[in-house]
């Protein structure tokens, strides 16, 4: 279950130590245990130091999130333009830092991360996913399927955009919703759209949107798309409404799926349904439209052997509007160990 993201843009020294200020107010929101609450401290520093220095500005995302247990842990997601990593195994050295940051490098962001992962390409910047659990003794779970970038436009403090998936024995679910226009009434109306997803998750995608629409007549209307993967017989069942995209990659081929125009709740087509072949090795992308539908992940080589969100992060990172919220899911199947 993933709870609201803080974007902070790092163009300047404050901004810094706006990052890891908002680290620690999601620390003490999540319970965070003092050990952990100082790592998390490290690695947002580090990491929003590094984007100000080497890739010359950027963003740090913070997401908390609970686990399928009582778990909870926060992803530091730094994202940059800048050259890139040249030298990755010394960059990776404990210890090593290259332009004046506290020291610590991203070999102790590696070992004070349970998880930790980069994307880097020469001359077009660096993504950099650590996650760090709210108990320092916690160990990774497994290999994460789902992740997404959920933030709200420069200037708004809260999102007009929600998205959450379910995983349900060979099932998963997943939406998004996007409120008309952003700020306060986008987001009463997202939320929701998500109350109603949440209360009707034994229902299929058109079941999910038709429910929904109920709800959101008494707010300014949402685009909504749910996908619902079903693993055991590989296939996909797709609804939405409004401008939401949802697409399959597999095989270096993209196949894009269908949404009607309309406002849920307020004036839309009828709701319909559509299935689609899956595969074990596809990836199933959905976005609102604060991001641009230019991409190909076939550009990015190596990007698919990454975690979803660290996915998700360069999608966001490279084709994110600068006037709207965005939210950009990508989910896969369990890979094999």
């Known amino acids: 279950m993933s709870l609201e993201q803080v974007c902070v843009r790092i163009t300047e020294n404050t901004h810094v130590s706006k990052a890891r200020r908002a680290s620690a107010r999601i620390a003490q929101e999540l319970s965070f245990e003092p050990v952990a609450d100082g790592n998390l401290a490290i690695i947002v520093t580090e990491l929003a130091r590094n984007v100000l220095l080497h890739g010359g500005g950027g963003e740090v995302v913070l997401?908390?999130?609970?686990?399928?247990?009582?778990?909870?842990?926060?992803?530091?997601?730094?994202?940059?333009?800048?050259?890139?990593i040249a030298d990755i195994s010394r960059a990776m050295a404990d210890g090593y830092s290259s332009a004046g940051t506290p020291g610590t490098g991203l070999g102790a962001v590696r070992r004070l991360a349970i998880t930790f992962d980069f994307y880097t390409k020469p001359g077009e910047g660096t993504a950099i996913l650590a996650r760090i659990a709210s108990n320092p003794t916690e160990r990774a779970e497994d290999s994460e399927t789902t992740g997404a970038v959920c933030v709200p436009v420069a200037g708004e403090t809260r999102c007009g955009d929600v998205w959450e998936h379910q995983d349900q024995s060979g099932r998963r679910l997943i939406?998004?919703?996007?409120?008309?226009?952003?700020?306060?009434?986008?987001?009463?109306?997202?939320?929701e759209a998500l109350a109603a997803f949440r209360a009707n998750l034994h229902k299929s995608p058109k079941e999910i949107i038709e429910a929904a629409h109920g709800r959101l007549q008494k707010t300014r209307g949402a685009a909504i798309?749910?996908?619902?993967?079903?693993?055991?017989?590989?296939?996909?069942?797709?609804?939405?409404?409004?401008?939401i995209a949802g697409t399959i990659v597999a095989d270096g081929?993209?196949?894009?799926?269908?949404?009607?125009?309309?406002?849920?709740?307020?004036?839309?087509?009828?709701?319909?349904?559509?299935?689609?072949?899956?595969?074990?090795?596809?990836?199933?992308?959905?976005?609102?439209?604060?991001?641009?539908?230019?991409?190909?992940?076939?550009?990015?080589?190596?990007?698919?052997?990454?975690?979803?969100?660290?996915?998700?992060?360069?999608?966001?990172?490279?084709f994110k509007r600068e006037r709207d919220d965005a939210t950009v899911v990508v989910s896969c199947q369990a890979r094999a160990a």
Request: aromatic residues 8%; proline residues 4%; neutral net charge.
């Open 63 to 84: 997401q908390p999130c609970k686990g399928p247990s009582t778990s909870t842990y926060v992803n530091v997601i730094a994202l940059d333009r800048g050259t890139g």
């Open 253 to 318: 081929k993209s196949r894009s799926m269908i949404s009607h125009n309309g406002i849920v709740g307020h004036a839309s087509e009828r709701v319909r349904e559509f299935t689609f072949p899956w595969q074990q090795d596809a990836f199933l992308i959905m976005h609102s439209d604060g991001l641009t539908g230019r991409w190909n992940l076939e550009r990015y080589q190596g990007l698919q052997l990454k975690p979803p969100s660290l996915i998700a992060a360069v999608l966001y990172r490279d």
């Open 175 to 191: 939406m998004i919703a996007d409120g008309l226009g952003h700020g306060i009434g986008a987001a009463d109306a997202a939320e």
């Open 225 to 243: 798309s749910v996908a619902e993967l079903d693993f055991q017989r590989q296939i996909v069942h797709y609804s939405g409404i409004g401008n």
